[in-house]
């Protein structure tokens, strides 16, 4: 039986926030019962397609999973065993927002599966939530992630955001040390991006000076990974930390190239060296249309794609795979080691991770 990692995409939000250009709709959640109708016949769809499907990993990203009622949760659930394999010891997890979830919810959560909770935190300073348009305060994140934790999450993560406008380092760290204090196993640090046709694209170009420059962002990266290792947290992928044996074993399905199949508006996936992804539209999908964007992929894509992914991670990719004379310069220029073949960033590398991979290339 194939062994894959399985995401699911809920493209429903409450509020769009001010960074994101995410596939996510504001103010739909009446049509969430007609798209877990969709997803059904998608996973029916796939199981004729594939065959029977063994899934170590279900991930259900968005948009706000945790908009989902817990009946639906339970629903969706039920229709991934129905149409996959599920390991007794899969790792389940679904992205919440913190401004979504209540105690009942999360138990009923649990109880449809769900062993494995990612919030949306970003800050924890109300001003920097409402310069991103988050629909929560700091308190409620706090509050969600003991709640989670009350209602039995021992596997619980929160994604944090720097280099925000108007940000400083005080802020920032303060942040990291209140996501630290809390019961959490995995946190991920992401730079903001300022994506085209966001608010916040505007807001950059009104006031080019309020967002940190790039210097900056890279030592509130320094200084966030510093007190993250003196708390046990190891970084085991560019932005990423964990306590040991609480790696994200989906995303790292992701970074090492392995089979996943994505279900839902606009979920992309990988499956036999196969790309291929559904429609963005949200309207097209309820509408049964699933749109296929396939690509397979040449030798070339698969070393381009093995490098970007894999030297985002701490284990790195086979050395014997990279050009020997740029692996070399890399590594007399302190940007990448090697050990027992395998190549991996050092510190220095991860930095400017752009230019290393661009010299691989
Ligand atoms: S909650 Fe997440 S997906 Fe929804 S608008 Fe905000 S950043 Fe985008």
């Not at 817990?70 to 992205?95: C, H, N, P, Y």
């Not at 990612?118 to 409620?140: C, K, M, N, P």
């Amino acid at each position: 039986m194939k062994h894959i990692a399985l995401y699911i995409h809920i493209p429903f939000c409450a509020r769009k926030c001010a960074y994101c250009d995410f596939t996510s709709f504001p103010g739909k959640t009446h049509l969430i019962p007609a798209y877990l109708d969709q997803l059904e016949a998608e996973m029916r769809a796939s199981a004729g397609r594939w065959g029977e499907l063994a899934a170590d990993t279900v991930f259900l990203g968005g948009g706000t999973p945790s908009l989902l009622t817990g009946g639906q949760m339970k629903r969706l659930m039920d229709g991934v065993r129905r149409w996959f394999t599920v390991a007794a010891d899969a790792e389940i997890t679904s992205e919440a927002n913190p401004g979504t979830i209540d105690a009942a919810k999360l138990i009923a959560f649990r109880e449809a599966g769900i062993n494995r909770l990612s919030l949306g935190v970003q800050s924890f300073d109300d001003g920097l939530l409402r310069v991103l348009g988050r629909i929560h305060t700091a308190r409620e994140a706090e509050d969600a992630v003991r709640t989670a934790a009350d209602a039995g999450f021992t596997n619980l993560s929160v994604d944090l955001m720097y280099a925000l406008p108007g940000q400083t380092m005080d802020q920032w760290l303060s942040t990291v040390e209140t996501a630290m204090a809390l019961p959490v196993r995995h946190i991920s640090c992401y730079s903001l991006i300022v994506e085209e046709g966001t608010p916040m694209k505007a807001m950059a170009e009104a006031s080019p000076a309020c967002l940190p420059d790039e210097e900056t962002a890279v030592v509130m990266q320094h200084e966030a990974a510093r007190l993250l290792r003196a708390r046990g947290f190891s970084r085991y992928e560019i932005s990423n930390y964990a306590l040991p044996g609480f790696e994200s074993r989906h995303n790292l399905v992701y970074w090492r190239r392995g089979d996943y199949l994505g279900l839902g508006c606009a979920a992309h996936s990988l499956m036999d060296g196969e790309r291929f992804s559904n429609t963005a539209s949200l309207d097209e999908y309820l509408a049964g249309v699933r749109a296929y964007e396939s690509e397979k992929l040449t030798a070339r894509d698969v070393y381009e794609e093995t490098v970007m992914l894999g030297l985002r991670t701490r284990e790195g990719v086979p050395a014997s795979i990279l050009p020997a004379a740029a692996l070399e310069k890399l590594t007399r220029a302190g940007l990448i080691a090697v050990n027992d073949d395998r190549a991996a960033v050092t510190e220095a590398g991860a930095d400017v991770l752009n230019a290393v991979i661009l010299a691989l290339m």
